[in-house]
């Protein structure tokens, strides 16, 4: 018989650096407490400024990263359930119920970008670039090993918020948010380090999902949910992390299309059309007499939405159950989106997003932002950081100049305990400084950064109480 993955092992509620079972209220699961310390963690909290594809100031409507992991919750609840119940009734599980995959699933799902730097998805190029650009960024990669750089190299959010929910949030604590292995193996969509990326894999090896610091915690998951070895440092995806990123992909193509409607780069028919593709032959008609009847194209197109994302979570969790056997076995290593029937008319929503949405001049000028803000903002930082740390580790004193810009890092990127000790020393090695520093701008809301940088730069002064 083939290896499989188990799916009480999948289900575990078992807590990342925590060996006691959870207490608490009876009323709330473990998975759902999961769900809850996410959401009322700060990292969390701090997407609400940052951008999801159009710039924030511009609408008070469109998405943010915070409404955006919201939605993509709602979406994956809805799919962990749907595939939940046919589970359940298949394994006989008496202490597992369908709400309980959807509460895993809901909460890997408002994890995904936690771990993204500000200005989107450009924000992951801004940091790579000036990883490959910058003289201060090279002085301190050629003291780091190859598989080092090629972390920074790659720097990838997925594994940035992976460091987020199991180190950095509540530091204090081993494992940071202490979540149950289940939910961090649903939210591992690239069960992979960075040396062993490999797109001709599959999907769950294009990118990767975590740095050599978190290794410990990422073997600890895998090891407590049972998930197939692929190599060194590898394994298969979890099962539930194929409905997480399908809740994603759902969410965001569908949504990036009512927002370019609603600040006027879409037309209306443009979006009814291609909503209306999505949708089973047999309801269209029905679809199509009930726009008839609603007041107004804004409501028509919120009303398509709620249609098109129903007919895409019932359709992707019967590709799931149908696929549900190389799942386990870890032979199926491809977005569920693919194997829909709507994937063709998904595929005509991504072509018209990249013509028409992503490459719009206010997205651009993000960008274009995130490249000079983010570069600026790291260059300065770790140029001060690293000659402060090498004054202090000579004994000497650094330059005025390196010893203003270090007050503005918090300590806590800055000092660490020392191996032998345990007391809190100045980081040197260059490895866990450039992780630190890029913890520290990755963290921060667009809004913030924006300010920063044109303080530290002189573009704009702080204002006197």
């Known amino acids: 018989m083939s290896e499989r993955m188990d799916w009480e092992r999948l289900l575990t509620n078992h807590r990342l650096g925590d060996d006691e079972r959870p207490g608490g209220a009876e009323f709330r699961t473990d998975f759902q407490r999961d769900f809850d310390r996410i959401i009322f963690s700060s990292a969390f909290r701090r997407l609400q400024d940052k951008t999801q594809v159009f710039p924030l100031a511009e609408s008070d409507y469109v998405r943010t990263r915070l409404t955006h992991s919201l939605e993509v919750a709602s979406v994956g609840r809805s799919l962990g359930t749907r595939v939940g119940e046919e589970v359940i009734r298949r394994e006989g599980f008496s202490e597992v119920g369908p709400g309980d995959i959807g509460a895993i699933v809901a909460a890997a799902c408002l994890a995904h970008d936690i771990g993204n730097p500000p200005f989107g998805h450009s924000g992951e190029d801004a940091i790579r670039h000036w990883v490959t650009t910058s003289p201060v960024a090279e002085r301190a990669l050629a003291r780091c090993t190859p598989d080092q750089r090629r972390e920074f190299e790659l720097f990838e959010g997925n594994a940035q918020g992976f460091r987020v929910v199991t180190r950095l949030q509540n530091p ?31 999907v769950s090896r294009k990118k990767y999902g975590y740095f050599a610091a978190e290794a410990d915690h990422f073997r600890a998951v895998a090891a407590e949910t049972g998930l197939l070895g692929r190599g060194e440092g590898v394994t298969c995806r979890h ?19 009512e927002d370019a409607y609603r600040i006027g780069i879409l037309d209306y028919a443009t979006v009814r059309d291609r909503f209306l593709a999505l949708l089973a032959a047999g309801v269209r008609g029905e679809v199509e007499g009930r726009l008839s009847r609603l007041r107004d194209d804004k409501e028509r197109v919120e009303y398509l939405r709620a249609r098109a994302i129903n007919e895409l979570v019932e359709r992707a969790a019967e590709a799931f159950l149908e696929h549900e056997g190389a799942l386990l076995a870890g032979a199926f290593d491809r977005e569920l989106p693919e194997v829909l029937p709507q994937t063709r008319a998904l595929e005509a929503i991504a072509d018209l997003s990249r013509e028409r949405i992503y490459d719009h001049v206010e997205v651009q000028e993000v960008c274009a932002a995130g490249y000079s803000v983010i570069g600026g903002l790291l ?9 402060t740390a090498e004054a202090s580790a000579a004994g000497t004193r650094a ?47 667009d809004g913030y950064a924006v300010s920063l940088y044109k303080k530290v730069t002189g573009m704009a002064l702080p204002h006197r109480g």
Do not use: W
Request: net charge negative; charged share 20%.
């Open 239 to 257: 099962p539930l992390a194929f409905l997480m990123e399908a809740a994603d992909d759902i969410a965001y193509q569908i949504v990036d299309f």
């Open 399 to 445: 330059s005025a100049r390196a010893r203003t810009v270090a007050h503005l890092i918090p300590d806590q990127f800055l000092y660490g305990p020392d191996a032998g000790s345990g007391e809190r020393v100045r980081i040197t090695d260059p490895y866990r400084l450039l992780l630190n520093l890029t913890d520290f701008i990755a963290g921060m809301t």
């Open 379 to 387: 260059d300065l930082f770790h140029q001060a950081a690293a000659e």
């Open 172 to 202: 204090d604590n081993h494992g940071g948010l202490q979540l149950t292995h289940a939910t961090l193996g649903a939210a591992l969509k690239y069960p992979c380090p960075a040396p062993a990326i490999d797109r001709d894999a599959g």
